[in-house]
């Protein structure tokens, strides 16, 4: 158990509907990070946020935003879904150690039909 | 953009031998780190085994060590004597010293086989 949380574990939803995933990183943790695993795509990048402020943006569509609240937990936001958003989506944060090593959460897998 | 590529989609070995997967990566930075991430069927993205890139030395970590090769951008992971538990997919990830981001490969789907 990495200690990050991630609700809900599984997501089923229709296209053009809008989801928001949850995530709440490991007690201490500042950063949090959003990646997504797709068949196509692999791992990829998304956002980063620290504490409370978008401090890194990879590879995320317009139609999905992310915010970091003040009890650090994050939540990531996915509209007007398409069949191409399903994958699953990861959750990460990290201390403030020299690596800044990333604890992953155990993911929200989303089908979208 | 720094880029991570694993050619070996998908490996298998008997128990109990070893086994070395394959990473290279493309940088124009100096400074960064390397990680080889274990995903098992749970899904659950499970740190293995990092490497700082100023360090000369390999890390190694019980059963598992990596083969950095700085000059050639080749960062190997070699798992001895596998175990039924180590199937997974693993996968290779990079970062940069000013970025926190990780880039990773497509990864190695590793099968141990009784």
């Known amino acids: 158990d990495s200690g990050v949380t991630q609700t809900p574990k599984h997501l089923i939803t229709a296209t053009g509907q809008r989801v928001t995933l949850r995530c709440s990183p490991r007690?201490?943790?500042?950063?949090v990070y959003w990646y997504q695993q797709s068949l196509d795509q692999g791992l990829q990048f998304l956002i980063q946020?620290?504490?409370?402020?978008?401090?890194a943006k990879g590879n995320i569509l317009e139609r999905f935003s992310a915010q970091q609240f003040p009890d650090l937990h994050s939540e990531l936001n996915l509209s007007s879904l398409e069949l191409g958003d399903s994958a699953l989506y990861f959750c990460?944060?990290?201390?403030?150690?020299?690596?800044?090593?990333?604890?992953f959460g155990p993911g929200t897998r989303l089908t979208v039909l | 953009a720094q880029t991570v590529t694993q050619s070996q989609p998908e490996m298998s070995v008997q128990e109990a031998e070893t086994v070395t997967l394959s990473c290279t990566y493309d940088t124009s930075e100096n400074n960064y780190y390397l990680f080889w991430y274990k995903q098992p069927p749970s899904r659950q993205m499970i740190l293995v085994i990092r490497q700082e890139a100023y360090k000369q030395q390999n890390a190694t970590e019980n059963r598992f060590s990596v083969n950095f090769q700085k000059a050639a951008k080749s960062f190997s992971l070699k798992i001895s004597d596998s175990q039924l538990g180590d199937t997974a997919m693993y996968f290779c990830?990079?970062?940069?010293?000013?970025?926190?981001?990780?880039?990773f490969g497509t990864g190695t789907r590793l099968t141990i086989i009784p």
């Open positions: 946020y620290y504490n409370g402020e978008e401090r």
């Open positions: 007690s201490g943790d500042l950063s």
């Open positions: 990460a944060s990290s201390d403030s150690g020299q690596y800044n090593e990333q604890f």
């Open positions: 990830a990079f970062r940069d010293f000013g970025n926190e981001k990780l880039t």
